[in-house]
């Protein structure tokens, strides 16, 4: 497990210098779940939600989402990302999301991957919410990376396999 780097020796909060980082290629890939009512989930596949393509709605928003990261997380680095892209597959009684984030750069993108999951689902709830109040967002977590100081990372389990 590394150490915590956001807080210098007296313990105050600062962004990591990463100035003397070589500027590598990078991805991170992030899944998450949203479950729901097995209508609400036909609907979304079918068209049938009135706000619009839930789907594609979502997908932007997760895009979106990714490139704003360091307006959301304290202390998180601007990047320049390379590409963001996600993809949904329908379980039995949920969206399972994945995001993909690339970037050229010091630092990795496992905050904008993860960030862009969120958003992602949570768009999906805010378009579903008038006929699915019950909607819950789970298994957000960190699937793969690559690149940096730290090398590969692969998860062994995926927490999105109850479809």
């Known amino acids: 497990m590394g150490e915590f780097t956001h807080f210098n020796t007296k313990g105050e909060s600062h962004m990591v210098d990463v100035s003397a980082k070589e500027i590598t ?20 596949y079918d068209s049938q939600i009135a706000k619009g393509n839930v789907l594609e709605v979502a997908r932007l928003a997760g895009i979106m989402a990714a490139k704003q990261t360091q307006h959301l997380i304290p202390l998180c680095h601007p990047l320049p990302i390379s590409s963001v892209m996600i993809s949904f597959t329908k379980g039995e009684a949920s969206v399972i999301i994945e995001a993909t984030v690339r970037v050229s750069g010091q630092t990795g993108v496992e905050m904008e991957a993860m960030t862009a999951v969120s958003i992602a689902a949570l768009t999906i709830y805010d378009m579903c919410k008038a006929i699915d109040r019950s909607m819950v967002i789970s298994n957000v977590c960190l699937m793969k990376k690559e690149g940096g100081k730290s090398g590969l990372f692969e998860r062994e389990d995926d927490p999105c396999l109850q479809k």
């Open 25 to 44: 290629h990078r991805q991170a890939v992030a899944r998450g779940q949203i479950f729901m009512e097995v209508e609400t989930l036909e609907k979304i």
